[in-house]
């Protein structure tokens, strides 16, 4: 069960990727007389913002590398994948829920300060939340992870963060 989250989640973030690498849009079919449409046309359009989104993408390995993110940034990337860690951020449960993000921040901070677009991956569910760290919830959980994600949605979807991305 594990290894097929574990896979589902994979493919998820491979089509993501797909769609930011290469701008893949949707058309529409086409209609008698007119011309087929080409890979890089749209026939309908694209109300999904892959349009606008990112086509570059690193992974941040080592973030206090300043030169490194210098030249990533000068390299035409400009998306950067950051995760944050729902265990990390909440290691227990509290009322209301208090989030250690300083990592996080300063990690997006990073990324943004070097011209990088934050897109936010949250990974590893905490012992209190899940089963494992890939899931799956223990009943009743749906409303703590959804009130995280919120949070994270609050606190990195605007100004300085701009996360738009996840």
């Known amino acids: 069960m594990r290894f097929r989250h574990r896979l589902a989640a994979q493919f998820c973030s491979a089509v993501v ?26 026939t309908a359009p694209d ?3 892959i349009a606008t989104m990112p086509r570059v993408a690193v992974e941040i390995q080592n973030i206090n590398d300043n030169a490194a993110l210098q030249a990533t940034g000068a390299s035409g990337a400009n998306l950067a994948r950051v995760v944050i860690s729902w265990a990390g ?6 009322n209301p829920p208090t989030y250690n993000l300083g990592t996080a921040e300063y990690t997006i901070n ?5 011209n990088l677009t ?3 991956i949250i990974l590893d569910c905490p012992v209190w939340a899940c089963v494992g760290a890939d899931g799956p919830l223990y009943s009743g959980m749906e ?13 990195f979807g605007h100004a300085p963060y701009n996360a738009h991305y996840w």
């Open 143 to 155: 409303n703590a992870a959804a009130q995280f994600m919120g949070a994270m949605a609050t606190r």
């Open 17 to 42: 990727l797909l769609y930011a690498l290469f701008g893949l849009g949707v058309s529409s079919p086409v209609s008698a007389g007119a011309p087929p449409a080409t890979p890089n046309s749209k």
């Open 110 to 114: 990073q990324a943004v300060n070097h």
């Open 89 to 94: 951020a909440e290691p227990t449960r509290t």
């Open 47 to 49: 109300n999904s913002g």
């Open 118 to 120: 934050p897109l936010i």
